[in-house]
């Protein structure tokens, strides 16, 4: 093989290479479901994931706190991965009291969050 041949291999084998290291790494995208059944101490919310990003979803559910833009770090459910729609019950709550709720769902790159929900208990 010809000096050439190999260094245009060697250019095109790198190329491929430069272009697999760049590609994006994505989160987790899901919305958040509207909270139903409501009372003085549980409710229950859910979620759908429409993209699992660029990894398998390893785990989901949703996460609440009477602070806007709640995260894991605060009260959350897990539920099984494996699926795109789920329901999860949040159970502990204060009667009067508004909460904001997300569903979350990660993988190998974090935890994506979907659209923010309020609802406030009996």
Do not use: H
């Not at 790494?25 to 899901?30: A, H, I, N, S």
């Not at 709550?93 to 609802?119: H, M, P, W």
């Amino acid at each position: 093989m010809s000096k050439i041949c190999i260094s245009s291999i060697l250019i095109l084998v790198l190329f491929i290479a430069s272009l697999e290291s760049c590609s994006k790494k994505e989160l987790p995208v899901l919305t958040t479901s509207p909270v139903i059944g409501i009372t003085i101490t549980s409710a229950t919310g859910g979620g759908t994931i429409t993209d699992e990003g660029s990894g398998t979803v390893v785990s989901l559910g949703i996460c609440w706190s009477t602070d806007p833009e709640p995260t894991v770090q605060d009260f959350k459910t897990s539920e099984m991965a494996g699926v795109t729609q789920f329901t999860s019950s949040m159970k502990g709550l204060q009667g009067g009291t508004k909460y904001y709720v997300r569903a979350y769902a990660s993988n190998d790159v974090g935890i994506g969050y979907g659209n923010e929900e309020t609802f406030t208990t009996l």
